[in-house]
């Protein structure tokens, strides 16, 4: 279990549903301050922002689910953040602007430049945004070098959510999710990166690189993994272009193991890989084969952007950030009933945030019923491990 | 002007601007009449489907705006229709069952196929999808074939409806725009595919294959071009991954031409297209280079479908379909008023469904004031070719 304080009340707790002997899931939660650049301040004047006392302070909390061991979630654990703050403070001097300067110098070399900034609609929200990109992929190549220098293996989910001038900033690499909980609604604050959610971008990077696949898979979409009887008859088919099906006269290579088979949970990418975002897997090879996992990856992040500004928060708003072992067994709307109806019971309670992240991983993890561990409407509870935040929205200044 | 019919009311018109010598506009309307499977009739037994008299009939409506000349237009104008009445046929046993069977032949090789089916979602609606994206390749590459026999150059967008079984599908590949106005609502049925719009495809192609541009573009994004005076300032970019942005220190490499350049309407593909989708364009390069634009562009359409069995329409309600002339200078909201304010004060007219696409030409194409065309609110009218399908969706089932 974690704890801490980053501002008017932040909880969270990160309990292993104890069924499995190690929990892959890692969280960080922390401030993240960015030194202000003065307007105009050349970079080789650097020495000056160390004099001032400006800073620009932001909220993080992020939860890495690991696969393949530990180890690179706990290097995102550990790194993340830095990445994020060394990307805003790069790109500080756009930040802080309501349109950013076309040079981050200030300097104006085309008196134009502000209409051209202008004109594209760039805006303080996209420079966090691509700062938050590009902090994803700097980390994704740090655990790349670090667990080649270690000699390990395994890679991870990222899901980090940023409080900043106003705006929660959530990025989503893997299968963990974020939703708003809000008096009235439910927003969701990020969507998952599955084999089956990315099966065109997938395919089409087999399509274009046939060698990837190294002749031991085919790139296509079949209902099911083809037999001999198959062959020369026409069956039900997907391509990379394909939102809809068409069939498909079935040839000899059409038996070849699926570069994404399964549904659900059980669809695996090239066989061995249950998500398509995420960082690590730099080494990860398919089974007994040469053939690299990492080309189909993506360690880029979709960021989704709220504004605090457009919206009345109330007292028992939340953000739900969790890992796919919370999704994986109860829904958007289960989560967001039992949001309401505990901090409406626990009003008076000064640790009802904390207690309502171990009520809803409890409540995942469900009860032991003879082998079998069962939630309370008697469906199969979650066997995978299960982090979740619970982070409230009011008064969410009050420490920044 | 084209006039058809092909459901009880069915009107179109389609006008050039006259500000041009050419009309590069092509329009398309046809019914299409797809023969019947006989239900696990093998393929060698064809003839005797030749023998029944089934048929499942729909009804197709399609704009083409051509560049570099008519020619694609017309070929697409001539045959897309053609190949979807053949990819239809094709797959016409997953069209006339609930759940496509997993083997067109109607063959059960496994006993839980159609589990397997059911399982992936797989139903009539995407087997007509899929027949229409493969369409669309197909055309495409009779056109290759086509223009290079004949020795002409120049591509088209392609928009094109096809209602079938209660169902109406819009497949679009350019920047033309198909609408429903309803009593209550505007349903937007396509979205545009320019270089802007796909400036991550794009950029991520020439990513992967960087001797596409051959060291003549550049493929990052700047507000706008760079000059010498940028070299080794830190300026405002985006990459292939971000949709937010950042700052680039610029190197000379910077200053070669941007692969996607200017903003809305003047946005070009390699400075030489303004649409990123459609069909045609095999020959084309980049003026005084090598370079081929075609590996960049898509010729895939993006299907939308609308059920009408989950919408009560009304009299008036109506499917617009029309090439970017008309939605260059009137906005969806704007055509929904014109054509809800002349089909009321048009109740009793027989042509109202054609004068109204008269009407909405007339007024994009404004009134000469001068030398300059000008709409009635004085801005500028179009000055491109302006085609406009008028569908009425009421009473749509009493001629098919």
Excluded at 62 to 79: M, R, T, V
Aim: proline share 4%.
């Amino acid at each position: 279990m974690l704890s801490c304080l980053t501002w008017s009340v932040c909880t969270h707790r990160v309990i292993n549903a104890e069924k499995s002997e190690f929990n892959e899931d890692q969280a960080a939660c922390c401030q993240i301050s960015i030194r202000r650049r003065e307007p105009g301040l050349e970079e080789d004047e650097e020495w000056l922002i160390l004099c001032s006392t400006q800073y620009l302070t932001g909220s993080y909390w992020a939860l890495f689910d690991g696969h393949g061991g530990p180890e690179a979630a706990i290097i995102a654990s550990n790194y993340l953040h830095y990445c994020i703050k060394q990307k805003l403070e790069e790109a500080v001097g756009g930040i802080t602007e309501v349109h950013p300067p076309m040079h981050l110098s200030g300097r104006c070399v085309c008196d134009s430049d502000p209409q051209f900034v202008q004109e594209k609609q760039i805006h303080a929200e996209d420079m966090v945004v691509g700062a938050l990109e590009n902090a994803f992929q700097e980390c994704d190549e740090v655990i790349g070098q670090e667990m080649e220098a270690t000699n390990q293996t395994g890679g991870c989910t990222a899901l980090a959510a940023l409080y900043l001038q106003g705006k929660l900033y959530v990025a989503n690499a893997g299968d963990s999710r974020a939703i708003l909980v809000l008096k009235d609604n439910i927003v969701p604050m990020s969507c998952e990166f599955t084999p089956e959610t990315e099966r065109q971008r997938i395919q089409h990077l087999a399509f274009l690189f046939p060698k990837l696949l190294d002749g031991e898979f085919t790139r296509f979409e079949f209902p099911r993994r083809l037999k001999g009887d198959d062959v020369g008859q026409k069956v039900l088919y997907r391509d990379y272009f394909m939102e809809g099906w068409g069939y498909k006269m079935v040839e000899k290579a059409d038996l070849k193991y699926p570069l994404i088979h399964g549904h659900g949970k059980q669809a695996r990418l090239l066989g061995t890989l249950a998500v398509s975002r995420g960082l690590g897997d730099h080494q990860l090879k398919v089974i007994d084969t040469n053939i690299e996992v990492k080309p189909f990856l993506s360690c880029i992040p979709k960021v989704n952007v709220f504004d605090f500004a457009l919206h009345d928060i109330k007292e028992d708003d939340v953000l739900i950030m969790a890992t796919d072992g919370l999704w994986d067994v109860l829904c958007n709307k289960e989560v967001a009933h039992t949001v309401r109806s505990f901090l409406a019971e626990n009003r008076t309670n000064p640790h009802r945030f904390s207690e309502l992240a171990k009520c809803l991983v409890c409540r995942a993890r469900g009860k032991k019923t003879g082998h079998q561990w069962m939630l309370d409407d008697s469906h199969e509870a979650s066997y995978d491990d299960i982090s979740v935040f619970v982070i409230p929205l009011h008064n969410r200044d009050a420490d920044c």
